[in-house]
């Protein structure tokens, strides 16, 4: 079984920048993608941003340029720097982590329990 451990979501004001982490324990393998998805109150989930095992990196056009994902595998654990905060950033923030499963072959999701991020204007 793996465990995710949100950390560093709030609030803050418009211009504002947050780190949110989010760490990976138990029975890990190997890990493939981790990503940060979130959901606004009313909408679907959406990626955010995600980063593979090779260190290549995807990003919403939303948040290109103000947001950076990275990952530290000797930690199993992903971060996302939000920097120049707007209000339609608020959302819950999940992040998600495929790990790899061997003998088969597999990969399996995790998901995180969610983190509050609130950008007032």
């Known amino acids: 079984q793996v465990q995710l451990v949100e950390s560093g979501g709030g609030a803050v004001q418009s211009g504002g920048s947050l780190r949110l982490s989010c760490a990976a324990s138990?029975?890990?393998?190997?890990?493939?993608?981790m990503g940060w998805y979130r959901q606004a109150p009313g909408k679907q989930r959406e990626l955010v941003a995600q980063t593979t095992s090779g260190g290549s990196t995807t990003y919403v056009d939303s948040v290109k340029g103000r947001f950076t994902i990275s990952r530290d595998n000797a930690k199993n654990t992903v971060y996302l720097q939000m920097d120049s905060l707007k209000p339609e950033d608020t959302a819950v923030y999940y992040c998600?982590?495929?790990?790899?499963?061997?003998?088969?072959?597999?990969?399996?999701?995790?998901w995180g329990q969610g983190t509050q991020v609130t950008v007032s204007s």
């Open positions: 138990g029975s890990i393998f190997s890990i493939a993608t």
């Open positions: 998600a982590v495929d790990v790899n499963i061997p003998l088969p072959t597999r990969q399996f999701r995790y």
